[in-house]
């Protein structure tokens, strides 16, 4: 029962038959109302006597089965997956686990797989890697994180995606919607100190738990030193740098506190800096300082929240997007266009999921058809510094230390690139 | 708010009561007329007692019954030798629905979750060798059928039904939204609760013949206030009816008994308790007209809530347990049952059984907390809660009546939102941390560390087969002819609106019909299906929304 209003809360509709049905009855009313899966709640030991007629009866039908009651001991649960159920959840079933495993099921069903699958326990499994993933991405609506929220989904996860622009991210929902993953839009301002706690809130709500963040969140305001003024300066820092503290502070904490109740979760951040962030680009010193903040609060976050179990990672996206005009329109289909977010976001997902568990404290660059890991920061090589050096004593030793180290990569112009790697910043 | 401002709140109940951070000498009530002594009305401190006796404590009883009825009759002798006082039995799924063991449905679930009974000779079987006059039956049961047994099978065991105490669960207002039901329409369940109400005063005096259930119907989830309007307002409308019939309030209000839940917040439940007494109290005498003190002082017992124990970590249930007891025996409450540690797999096993006496015993023998009557009364926060607890339901009571008949309201489904309302509530509680769980969304340990006590939990009781062959071959050796005619005649009353139904039901059970045939007539005679998975096709429609 508490699943069946959970399910209707959650999209789902839900036809409910109360106790005490045969599996003829079921398979009938399904059938009529061309249902996708039949869900029994199992209060004693009786399902023992339906169970294999309800197995054939749902494959005849193509339709899902799955049974759910806190009477199912593992042992049970077992049982009935061997015997052909598709899910079988016992006490304390977690809420988003069952909504992921239904949706994919459903999904299963309407893609026509049902029937033909061979029913087993080693089916029973999940399609995508990161089926059962709960993320966040923020700027979902447009571009990159777009791309990455569609991505996310098509391998199973669930996202949470926030924006400014709530028409552009309901569109975003029915994008995914065919996909084996799902988007829950939640529209906010990332800059409102409470937006992090209404994230985590709604990811918690809606799906029970949370695996992962992606702080995608950005915007551009252009203009030398000499002419930035108050205002562009502080929202630079406000989107870029204060945002993503915040979302670490407030999601790091659920993590920290799920670690210390004994449920450590597998978690995963990845926060965007930018080329700019790490070579500097021409006349955006704002912005660039703020993306060279992003990257150390990776570096530094990793370490933190690292004994939490989460992994921080960041990237710099080099990609065709609203803060990169310059680059042109985009033109026809992504699989042609180097510069097309469509081409990170498996960079993102892969960052989210299994593969990369150790991977945390790093910076990626990747976009315009290659990916690499910048060089960061390294102590150069060190020469005696004299007790109160006299300023001839400087004229001579700060020239040699300097010619000793490699220079700084040239600062980055808005010259559409051909060829050059350091080529754009998103 | 600044730091160094005190906080306004302290939470709130389980029920969403605004708490404070303390309580205060003018909080709550302070007047002779609501906090009169023990025993006296309105009984907020306690129920009618002879004067000068000293507490006497409770009827301490467990939930049974299991396999075949000599098995269960085995159980029941097991439980009284360990120094229960009565006994609690429970059908298994098939016999609480009125169907009988070898209904094809049901032949897997026989036995596995309580006591098969479909006929005379089950009962008598049951109740075997029982000291019927010296403890109380209670069972969680179809109540007509119940009584009807008992009635029957007293004779045999050499005891006359008029020493009988106990109680039985009447339910009709909410049985079918329940896991109690019946597949039988609302007005037919109101008809069978009312006859054997009516049977019972007049055949077993001593019998609790109105148990009104507010554990079974409030342990998806309900709330303490929730809980309690819908037993005040099922109470509220039965009485209607009997008084509708002619009997005079004070024949059957001493007869009323109220088996309520007990969850974990225990200053709400003692409360809820306090405050039941006092709204039971005035409501007989103020609103029914009731001028028999016996009438007036409610008889409340108590299960502790299977809902608050965890398949998780098991032997944290018998602390919960221990707890919750503790409490009602402080709250005043005539009898009581814990829910075993095993309870969130099974019926209670023999050992879960033995440690849940034990728990009663130990606070009675060691804790001298029975020594003294309402040991909390005159606490600043117990009678602040008492209060609002009493203002709360009585609101919710009103706000129902005003809604309309109930016969309405039940069709209507307005139950049953209620009760899979408070379901999805509690889940989402847990499963969001609201409702902060040991071992369930909080301290939790890996199920390959959990395995403490795991194994008699998760032991299972098999479906017992050989009963159901028993009431297979049973069945073709009975005597036709009279069986037809008992049947026949059950189904002519069923027909007839003003037809008493004791009567008949009890000559068929003891012309060897089985409860099931004449559940089956009872239905016919409405014009319905007999078996109840037609019924229950026919009235829940494809397509009905939860």
Sequence with gaps: MAISQFLVRQGYEVIYLGRFNTPERLAAVAEQEDADLIGVSVHSWEFLAYADELVARCRDLGIGLVLGGSVLTDRDQADLIARGADAVFGPYAHEAAMLQQIDAIVHRVRAGDAATRPFGPKDAGLPGPLAGRVVIVTGAARGLGRAYTLELCRQGAAVVATDVDEAALEEVVGAARDTPGSVHAQACDITDSDAPRLLLRTALHRYGQLHGLVSNAGLLRSGPILRLDDDDLRLLFDVHVTAAFRLLRVIGGYWRAEAKAGRAIDAAVVLTTSSAGLYGFRAEAAYSAAKAAVAMLARVGADELGRYGATVNAIAPVARTRLTEWLGERTGDPADDPLAAEHIAPVIAWLLGPGARDVTGRVLEAGNGQISVPGTWQPGTPFPLPPLMSPAAADALLPRVLDSATPPAALLTSQIPADASHASFG | ?546
């Design chain 2, 1 to 546: 708010m600044t730091d160094h401002e005190a906080p306004a709140s302290a939470g709130t109940t389980a029920a969403g009561i605004p708490l404070r951070p303390f309580y205060r000498p003018d909080d709550g009530s302070r007047d002779q007329d609501t906090l009169a002594d023990p025993g006296t009305y309105p009984f907020t401190r306690g129920r009618l007692r002879p004067p000068d006796a000293r507490p006497r404590g409770w009827i301490q009883r467990e939930l049974s019954g299991e396999g075949s009825p000599r098995r269960s009759n085995q159980q029941l002798r097991a439980l009284l030798a360990d120094g229960a006082l009565g006994v609690d039995v429970i059908g298994d799924n098939p016999t609480v629905s009125a169907l009988d063991p070898d209904h094809p449905m049901c032949v897997p679930s026989v036995g596995t979750t309580g006591v098969s009974l479909c006929r005379k000779q089950d009962f008598i079987e049951l109740l075997a060798g029982l000291p019927l006059d010296r403890m109380t039956l209670s069972h969680s049961l179809p109540p007509a059928f119940a009584l009807a047994g008992q009635y029957l099978a007293g004779p045999p065991n050499g005891i006359d039904p008029k020493v009988m105490r106990g109680s039985a669960i009447q339910a009709p207002i909410y049985s079918e939204d329940c896991s109690y039901s019946t597949f039988l329409p609302f007005a037919m369940r109101m008809r069978l609760s009312l006859d054997s109400i009516v049977f019972s005063l007049r055949e077993m005096p001593r019998f609790h013949a109105f148990l009104e259930d507010t554990y079974y119907i409030s342990d998806g989830g309900l709330n303490a206030v929730e809980e309690m309007s819908l037993g005040l307002l099922e109470i509220r409308e039965v009485c209607r009816r009997l008084l509708a019939r002619g009997l005079p309030v004070d024949s059957f209000a001493p007869r009323i008994a109220i088996l309520v839940n007990c969850r974990m917040d225990l200053f709400e439940e003692i409360a809820k308790i306090r405050a039941t007494r006092r709204l039971f109290a005035r409501m007989m005498r103020e609103e029914f007209g009731a001028s028999d003190p016996r009438s007036w002082s409610a008889n409340i017992a108590v299960h502790t809530s299977g809902l608050t124990l965890t398949a998780a970590q098991p032997a944290n249930n018998i602390v919960r347990g221990a707890l919750q007891a503790m409490a009602m025996a402080m709250a005043g409450v005539q009898g009581l049952e814990i829910s075993t540690f095993d309870e969130p797999f099974r019926t209670p096993s023999a050992i879960a059984h033995q440690l849940a006496i034990r728990t009663q015993q130990v606070i009675q023998a060691e804790t001298n907390i029975g020594a003294v009557e309402d040991p909390l009364g005159g606490s600043y926060y117990v009678e602040s809660l008492t209060d609002e607890l009493e203002c709360r339901i009585d609101a919710a009571v009103r706000q129902i009546e005003e809604l309309g008949d109930v016969d309405t309201l039940v069709e209507s489904g307005y139950f049953r939102r209620i009760l899979t309302g408070a379901m999805d509530r509690h889940s989402s509680a847990v499963q969001n941390g609201e409702l902060r769980i040991v071992g369930v969304n909080e301290h939790t340990i890996s199920p390959e560390a959990d395995r403490f006590l795991r194994d008699i939990a998760e032991e299972r009781f098999e479906p017992d087969y050989a009963h159901v062959e028993r009431i297979r071959s049973w069945r073709a050796s009975r005597r036709d002819a009279p069986l037809q005619a008992s049947l026949e005649r059950v189904r002519d009353a069923s027909a007839d609106p003003a037809a008493d139904l004791m009567a008949p039901i009890i000559a068929a059970l003891d012309a060897d019909a089985t409860i099931g045939e004449i559940t089956s007539c009872l239905r016919e005679g409405q014009g319905l299906p007999g078996d109840p998975f037609e019924y229950a096709a026919r009235r829940l429609p494809a397509g009905t929304q939860p």
